[in-house]
Structure formats: C-alpha cells, structure tokens
C-alpha cells in the first residue's frame, strides 16, 4: 500500500479531537512530499538536525514538531520554527526554550514527558516531579513557552494490558492536572499501540513504521 493510501486510511480511524503527528525519522523528502501532497501538513522528528534539514528542504506550512529527547545545546536551531515540543523533562530546559523563543520573538507550546514504561531506558519525569515543576516560581514567569499537557510512550511489549494500564494512569494524572491549567494535548500512542492509546484518552499520536514503512537506520 503506498503512503498516503496508509495515511488516509489511519486518519480515518481517528476521532476529530485526535491529531496526527506523522512521524518521518530517516525517512527522505521524496517520502514525506507522498503525505505532504495527500494533504498532510502534521509532522514529527526525533532528532534536531533531521529536522531542520528537512525544514529547510520542504514546504513552509508544515507544522513541525520535536518528539525526540533534547539536549539544550540545539533549542537554538528549532526555536525558530518549531510548533510543538513533546518531550520536555526538566525546568532547565524549559528555561532554554523559553529564553529561545523570547529570542525569536515567539512562544512555545511544549508537553511535559511522564515516564510510564517500566524500561529503564525511556526517558521523562515522574508524576510528583512534574507536580513539583510545575509548582515552582521560576516557570510562572516565562512568557515565551506555554505547557499545555503531557506526552509518555508505554512499554514496548505484547501486553497489551499492561500498555493500557500505563496510558489510562498518565490519563487520570493528565485530568488531575487539567482541572487547574489549560491543558488541551495528551500525546500518546506510536503505530502500534496507538488504538489502545486512542481508548484511553490520547488527543495525539505520533505514527511512523505503520505510515511509512520499517525505518532504515544503516
Ligand atoms: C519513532 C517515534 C515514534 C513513532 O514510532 P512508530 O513505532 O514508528 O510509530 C513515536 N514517538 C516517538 C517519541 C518516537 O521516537
């Protein structure tokens, strides 16, 4: 099946209030230009460089969006054009995103990363230290980044229970936190969880393999 005819088809399993992040890590120009012209305009990356190349290289409205773990060293590049942030996990790096944007004269829209897998390797905050963050006085004064929700990504294993079981706790902490903030973005759900993600709450899911095929990374 060829690209786009795998994009429409996940679009249209998708509730209206869920976005799709189109994720296109290693993935060439000629390929994401197939879901650029079937109407596409939502993409993801994981790592800075990749995606200003490609910025560079493609059309100016597509929305962009960094999904990737973020060493504070490259916010320089993206703040620029950058329209989402996933992976936020630290107040030192809100504080270089912020000081970024305020540079661009832009803000920021982020997510906090809430590690919910139960591998060691996946990176983000827990619970109580994101209550913790969000609570400081420091981030009440950055006018140039904005926090509006959350983003984990569940274990990788057949379980699927287990997967919902990680998705639908990061779903009632995501409520918690909405009750007293703006909060409009819960991005959960990869190709292939991202069903259970969608029965769990998810308003964004970042979909690559199942749209363009196994990545190369050789
Ligand atoms: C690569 C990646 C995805 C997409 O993974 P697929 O399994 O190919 O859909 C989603 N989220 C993050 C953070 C990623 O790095």
Redesign the pocket.
């Given at each position: 099946m060829s690209i786009s005819k795998k994009l429409i088809n996940i679009k249209a399993t998708l509730p209206k209030n869920v976005s799709l992040?189109a994720?296109t890590?290693t993935k060439t120009i000629n390929e994401i230009m197939e879901a650029y012209d079937s109407g596409h305009r939502l993409l993801?990356e994981?790592k800075i460089q990749e995606m200003v190349a490609k910025w560079s290289a493609l059309p100016k409205d597509i929305k962009w969006h960094m999904?990737?773990h973020i060493q504070r060293n490259k916010v320089k590049y993206m703040a620029p054009f950058v329209s989402l942030i996933?992976?936020v996990d630290s107040l030192k790096l809100i504080i270089e995103i912020n000081k970024q944007a305020l540079k661009n004269q832009r803000v920021i829209d982020c997510l906090l990363q809430i590690k919910i897998a139960s591998e060691e390797s996946k990176f983000g905050m827990s619970e109580n230290d994101a209550l913790i963050l969000l609570a400081t006085e420091d981030i009440k004064e950055l006018q140039n980044i904005r926090i509006i929700g959350l983003?984990g990504?569940a274990t990788f294993t057949n379980n699927s229970n287990q997967i919902s079981k990680e998705f639908q706790n990061l779903k009632i902490f995501y409520d918690t936190l909405k009750e007293t903030r703006h909060f409009t973005t819960l991005s959960i759900g990869?190709?292939?969880d991202?069903p259970i993600a969608l029965v769990n709450g998810s308003t964004m899911v970042?979909?690559?393999?199942?749209?363009?095929g196994n990545?190369n990374y050789s």
């Open positions: 992040v994720v890590k993801g994981n999904i990737g996933h992976a983003m990504m990869m190709s292939d991202y970042r979909v690559g393999s199942a749209i363009f990545r």
